[in-house]
């Protein structure tokens, strides 16, 4: 189960950054996504992050914007630093995984957790 945390509410322009958490099992071998869900919208996908690499990908929408990284000493947390946040953000955020790589399928991730609330407004 991974648990994100970090969201909040926010002026545009602002900064936040998001934590994922690992219980029980460790990123080793994995990859790890961030995805965000607006109401009325679907599902999609933020940013991946290849654990072994750490090659990183982004939405065109977030790129230069966020940041995804990885903990290196614990192999159970990964972030994602979302600068210059604009109200077109607000979303819930949840972050899942997969084996090896990053995929550009959401279906293809497994274990998302409840997600965390972003909300950028003035």
């Known amino acids: 189960q991974l648990q994100a945390s970090g969201g909040g509410l926010v002026q545009p322009g602002e900064s936040l950054r998001l934590s994922c958490v690992a219980s029980?099992?460790?990123?080793?071998?994995?990859?790890i996504g961030w995805f965000r869900q607006a109401p009325g919208k679907e599902r999609e996908g933020v940013s991946c992050?290849?654990?072994?690499?750490?090659?990183?990908?982004y939405l065109d929408s977030v790129r230069g914007r966020f940041t995804i990284s990885r903990d290196n000493v614990n192999n159970t947390v990964v972030y994602l630093q979302m600068n210059s946040l604009k109200p077109e953000d607000t979303a819930i955020y949840y972050c899942?995984?997969?084996?090896?790589?990053?995929?550009?399928?959401?279906?293809?991730?497994?274990?998302w957790g409840q997600g965390t609330l972003v909300t950028v407004s003035s």
């Open positions: 992050i290849n654990w072994r690499s750490a090659r990183s990908y």
């Open positions: 029980g099992f460790t990123f080793d071998d994995h990859a």
């Open positions: 899942a995984m997969r084996e090896a790589r990053c995929s550009d399928r959401v279906s293809a991730f497994y274990s």
